[in-house]
């Protein structure tokens, strides 16, 4: 993985002031690519790369360029092709030459051979630019399921791209603005926000499968991918071997990497099929699998089973790491590092996040990066595979809205007066009915279908996407790549169309995963209750962050009472219960909401940012 930048302007610059430019957001970007760097410059185009080494370390060096005929093709990129081989071959059969063993220069032929059409060629995780320097046209995208971020900034005759806002907000053309969209997103949507929506006002992100051109004439986007609704064809029987087949594959494709790598295991599902597979694959080339878990200081004391989390993760990660072999290695955090962690975790987000469930992985990324440089991990499969409770209880499925977020009239009486200028209800409803319009449906689906296939889009394109920008970001934060495999757009594409009474056969949640990997793991891991990421249950935690809440608003450069009411703030602080619902999801309760809090008003401070009346 790596970390990208680049800047086109029509109208040219002056060759010192964008590599001074460049310079800056470059730096901003380096803990993503903390190996090596480079850069390219031309009249219009000047592009900046930061590279972590996984694949070919000793080649694949960007900006990378190669011609054909006439014209110079430049391309900067940040990903993993997993079908990488399978392209060599097909373009050297083309006449295609290779100098390196890396996939960037897989991708860069596949672009020069088929152009724009590459993108349905590929299967990875990526977000890249290609310039053509005789043509002047610059071409961008991004992976179909939005794993790598891609974030732009459009003016008249140019525009800014890099894979994280920090390093478009050091560009001196960017200012650090939010209008009322802004402020609805951070308090009404937050930790989630809008599909394509840098939150910053004129900072875009291109959306999962989009690509765009910018040339002289502007910017013209696409997607090139979408979920779309087909007949399920197949048997119980052969939808079990099929399933079986995707996500073993994509789970070995991920295996692919010429540096250390491991996988993150709680002792659930998902991340014990991961780690049940790549353990197998290791033993057959004489290697041990190390796998990864993340604990809380006086967690065994302090645990309390509940509807979403009914027992423990320790004897479930203890079996698992004896049944597949791994040397396994848990990391314990305790509080004054946890609440702690919730600034830098802002600070790789860019924007306040999912609190403690941010920090936590923050820290156990950091852990990680001591002895490895890529991980597995399980995310996205309850997305995809309805592994969440809201998919179960119809009360909450036939419900209007975001199915983990049913605060929004909490939140917005949170928001001062006249600072919105419009319907808080009104507006996150508009939100969640955006997404639903491009659901496809069959004929056939019965409502019960219909919904589900309703909520897969809700899930995959709002809630998914939070946890990927989280993945992404705490990880990157310190040079740690992390693969998902269950993000396979080929194991989405085909779940979207498996009939919900076929997905939750027996009706579990994930029934079908569990039928399809009936073998590979022990029968009661196989077929143990959904359990969340591990959070803190240590009181600590709830009374640090209130405390650290109560001197923020006596502070004299508090800013979140510039769009938050101080009173209702502080009659909180000492009535945390007045707030009925979880801020969002299960994970985000009472003392996340303070935590989210407590990164907003350090978001403002940090980034300094400009609210526009």
Known sequence: MCGIAGWTDYSGFRPETAQEIMKGMAKEITPRGPDSGGYYFAENCAFAHRRLSVIDPAGGAQPMSRFAGEEKYTIVYNGELYNSSELKEELSALGMRFETVCDTEVLLNAYIAWGDGCLDRLNGIYAFAVWQEKEKRLFLARDRMGVKPLFYYEYTGGIIFASEIKALLAHPNIPAVIDSEGIAQIILLGPARKPGSGVFKGIKELKPAE????????LKKRSYWALRAIPHKETPEETEEHLSYLIKDAIKRQLVSDVPLCTFLSGGLDSSIISAVAAREFEQNGRQLTTFSVDYKDNDKNFKAGKFQPDADAPWIRQMSAFIGSKHINTEIDTPALTEALYP????????GMADVDSSLY?????????????LSGECADEIFAGYPWYH?????????FPWARSTSERAALIKSGVLGFNAADYVNDCCNETLKLTQYLDADGKKDRRMREMFMLNVYWFMQCLLDRKDRMSMAHGLEVRVPFCDHRIASYAYNIPWSMKCIGEREKGLVRRAMTGLLPHDVLWRKKSPYPKTHNPTYLNEVLMRARVMLQSTDCRITEILDKKRLCELCEDYDSFKNNWYGQLMTAPQMFAYLLQTDYWLRKYNVKIEK
Request: a negative charge; aromatic letters at 14%; hydrophobic letters at 40%.
């Open 363 to 375: 820290l156990f990324c950091k852990e990680v990066r001591r002895h490895f440089t890529v991980a």
């Open 211 to 218: 690509c765009a051109v910018f040339n002289e004439y502007g």
């Open 393 to 401: 209880d119809e009360e909450i499925l036939f419900r209007p809205g």
């Open 345 to 352: 975790a802002v600070d790789a987000r860019d924007l306040p």
